[in-house]
Structures are given as structure tokens and as C-alpha cells.
């Protein structure tokens, strides 16, 4: 899943940070079906616990710095944390929106939008990984 979320990624994004930050993400959300706890997918050493998953290819040093937990910032906007439609400043606001969401899909979605410029991508994102962990029961059910 990890080396097919980054070909998909190079079929319309050139850009080495793209198709990393893709496979990063798709490794999440593997390690999220896998049964892996919240604790376990936000542990700065997610990364290197889960190389072999990556193949001969390491990150790209900016992706994996957001891997490594630079999106752990208390005060989010305050302290730098965008939505933009830049690759890693979209995946580090995704990351600490579901960082921040205190166990709940639509706190994480609300704080995801509310950061501002580019809303739906950040939105997005944050929705793949915290669909997969919450799953259907996390929505509220007007959402659902």
C-alpha cells in the first residue's frame, strides 16, 4: 500500500515531498487498519518502526520531519501550523488536527477547517486517517 500510494502520487505530482508525504500517510492508515492506537501512529519514531514498510526510499527530509512530530504544536496557527495547499504544511496541519481533536472525528474536522486558507484539502486529509481510525461509529450521526 505504502510503495502503491506513492506511484499514484507520481502519476500527477513530480515532486519527491508529494509522493513521500503520500507514503507516509498511506503507511498511517495501514498501521490505523492494522490496530495500531492513536499513541502508536503519533510517536515521533513511527517512521523508523516501520522502515521496512518504505522500502529502499527514505523520506524526503521535510516529510520526515512532520513524521518525526513537528506538528505537535499546542497552539496550532499560533505557532505556525497552515492549511496550505502546500504538500507539507497540508499533511503537518492534517497531523495535528488529529493530534489535537481529543478522540472525536468532528472536533479534528472542525479544527482542521477553522485554520483557514485551504480548507478542504486540509480537511481532506484529516478525514482520510481519522476515518480510518474512528470509522463510521466516530461520525456524529448527522454527519453519517
Known amino acids: 500500500a505504502v510503495d502503491y500510494a506513492g506511484k499514484s502520487a507520481e502519476t500527477t505530482h513530480g515532486d519527491q515531498k508529494a509522493v513521500d508525504a503520500c507514503r507516509y500517510y498511506a503507511a498511517l492508515i495501514v498501521a490505523t487498519l492494522d490496530g495500531e492506537s492513536k499513541d502508536q501512529l503519533l510517536a515521533d519514531d513511527f517512521y523508523s518502526k516501520h522502515q521496512g514498510w518504505f522500502g529502499n526510499r527514505d523520506l524526503h527530509p521535510e ?47 472542525l479544527l482542521a477547517v477553522n485554520l483557514g486558507d485551504d480548507t478542504d484539502t486540509t480537511a481532506a486529509i484529516y478525514g482520510q486517517l481519522a476515518g480510518a481510525y474512528y470509522g463510521l461509529n466516530g461520525l456524529p450521526e448527522y454527519w453519517a
Open 63 to 109: 516529510v520526515l520531519a512532520v513524521a518525526c512530530g513537528s506538528y505537535k504544536k499546542q497552539h496550532g496557527y499560533e505557532e505556525g501550523i497552515r492549511g496550505s495547499g502546500y504538500i507539507v504544511r497540508a499533511l503537518e496541519a492534517a497531523l495535528w488536527a488529529f493530534w489535537s481533536d481529543g478522540n472525536s472525528f468532528k472536533r479534528g474536522a
